[in-house]
């Protein structure tokens, strides 16, 4: 299927995409758009463990301010600022190589997936937990994340019934605040947001605030706007409401499963582990979401149920039920471990494949010699 998507974002519309034009002349053409995306993703990874070293339980900016290093914020807004660039080029790098393919698109939004919660996971140092003065509860972080990666989720439930993605205008907006909030920390320090900022409130207030704003009143609204358009003009890609909400079933489960383990747990698994809690809970969206990715530019239809959910409701099961006892973190962690190495043995694969059946290399502008 012909790739289509739509920018309408005034952000990126007149100031980003001008420094993406100026930006793509510097890539050497012999340079794979690939190797453009996983650059960019290598440095959000590479970022969200040099943070996790520094501050592993989410306090080092609450509690005891100066753990993290002020170098450590400043190569956060560099390596998101390069990942950022990195993900708004490729696209661009691949009409200008003419080397666009499914792989180069699936590769894309396949990382962007994953990369949506470590940027979330990463931000949340910048914040620090709730130390009863200052700082965002756990389960505030958890709402946080689940609200946006229903957006992502959104807008690729939104392409699986109208075939066109556009492109939500919180994304430009997210990353230009990321690196700034980094900034900000880096030059100024942490105190910065142990601070009331407007009537008493915190500039993390205002953040959660907006987000939840324009997810709901926005960016939600829109995707069914879109969908509700395409029925009208009758371009939908799917003729029954439940070919067009099956996406929805898998990934709106996982969340009943993972909420119900958040707010059951004997153990308050959330608050001893949130930083292994959060990252699982991001891989296994992730993975869901690549399927949906996948059943869209296949025009197949996606299962009804996500392999992920039957272990996932065992583990919940035997945690909510004490079951686990105290065993309940190391459950956590080995069952994270595993869901991470399934998702990347799950990438390598379908990679693997595309790349024999559309005779390309993943990393490498050269064509492939048919066996």
């Not at 592993?56 to 998101?80: E, K, M, N, Q, R």
């Not at 946080?144 to 205008?169: A, D, Q, R």
């Not at 489960?253 to 991001?282: C, D, E």
């Not at 959910?309 to 945690?319: E, G, I, Q, R, S």
């Amino acid at each position: 299927s012909q790739y289509s998507a739509v920018d309408t974002n005034p952000l990126s519309v007149y100031i980003m995409q001008p420094l993406w034009n100026k930006i793509i002349k510097i890539v050497p053409l012999w340079i794979a758009p690939n190797l453009l995306t996983f650059s960019g993703f290598v440095m959000i990874l590479v970022n969200y463990f040099l943070m996790s070293f520094y501050d592993w339980d989410y306090t080092a900016s609450g509690t005891s301010p100066g753990l993290v290093p002020t170098w450590v914020w400043l190569f956060s807004a560099f390596t998101t600022f390069c990942a950022y660039a990195l993900d708004s080029i490729d696209g661009k790098h691949a009409r200008r190589t003419q080397s666009s393919t499914p792989l180069g698109e699936l590769f894309d939004h396949g990382l962007d997936s994953w990369a949506t919660s470590i940027f979330v996971l990463s931000f949340f140092s910048v914040c620090s937990r709730d130390n009863g003065k200052t700082g965002v509860s756990v389960y505030t972080m958890y709402i946080y994340l689940s609200i946006v990666l229903f957006n992502f989720m959104c807008s690729h439930w939104e392409k699986y019934n109208t075939g066109v993605l556009f492109l939500p205008w919180g994304y430009d907006i997210s990353q230009v605040v990321l690196i700034a909030a980094y900034l900000l920390t880096g030059t100024v320090g942490v105190e910065i947001w142990q601070k009331p900022f407007l009537f008493g409130y915190y500039i993390t207030d205002v953040l959660v605030t907006l987000l939840i704003g324009f997810s709901l009143f926005l960016s939600f609204p829109q995707t069914l706007y879109n969908i509700h358009r395409a029925h009208v003009k009758k371009t939908l890609k799917n003729d029954s409401l439940y070919e067009g909400l099956l996406p929805l079933v898998s990934p709106l489960l996982l969340f009943v499963l993972l909420t119900v383990w958040v707010v059951f747990s004997p153990g308050n698994i959330l608050a001893k582990q949130p930083r292994l809690f959060l990252w699982m809970v991001g891989v296994a969206f992730s993975n869901v979401i690549c399927k949906v990715i996948v059943c869209q530019m296949s025009s197949t239809r996606p299962e009804l149920f996500h392999w992920f959910l039957f272990p996932l409701a065992l583990v919940v099961y035997a945690a909510i039920s004490g079951l686990l006892g105290w065993t309940e973190e190391v459950v956590l962690a080995v069952f994270t471990v595993l869901v991470t190495v399934a998702h990347v043995h799950y990438g390598v694969c379908v990679g693997r494949q595309l790349s024999e059946h559309l005779n390309i290399y993943i990393f490498s502008l050269k064509k492939r010699v048919p066996e």
